[in-house]
């Protein structure tokens, strides 16, 4: 199967190079907004028409690092079309919701918006391929109300071999 353009991913990372040509087609598209200086879906949010750029507070979740692209092509790179690499779900829509600047860094309330904002907006499934800090209730609650909403939190394990535990992935929701 290549995926359903019925499932939304949000990718919590450093945004989406949305414009990529291997990840344009697969961009997810908040078709209750319309782009005009005003919140006319009533969420809360200007214009959001791709997601939300949360470290920077703007509607334009571009991606300025290149570990979100890299997240979204590896998960739905378009498929048959001569070009690139091809994704998991060549089907599946890409929501971008950055948290992660330039530099690599992000802060951690700013993570709570974004999967506070992909539940809002119903997404399917999260990629959080990020880690650190300690354990934190608020990212543990915002992690709960996804799961209560039925959307599934993919987190990554980490890249160390240290002792420590690895948040978000330790957080053990059943």
Sequence with gaps: TTGSRDVDVGVIDTGVDYQHPDLR??????????????????????DDLRGWD????KNNPMDDHSHGSHCAGTIAAEGNNGIGV??????LKIMPLKFIGAGG???????????TYS?????DLT???????????FLYEAIAAARNANILFIAAAGNSRGEEPIYPARYGHP
Excluded: C, P
């Design 105 to 115: 860094s992000g802060s951690l309330s700013d993570a709570v918006d974004a999967i």
């Design 86 to 91: 091809v994704g998991v779900g060549w089907d």
């Design 54 to 57: 949360f470290y920077n507070d």
């Design 127 to 137: 990629n959080n391929s990020w880690g650190g800090g300690k354990f934190n209730v």
């Design 119 to 123: 539940t809002m907006m119903g997404v």
């Design 25 to 46: 087609n697969n961009i997810f598209f908040n078709t209750a907004e319309v782009a005009n200086g005003a919140d006319t879906d009533g969420n809360g949010f200007v």
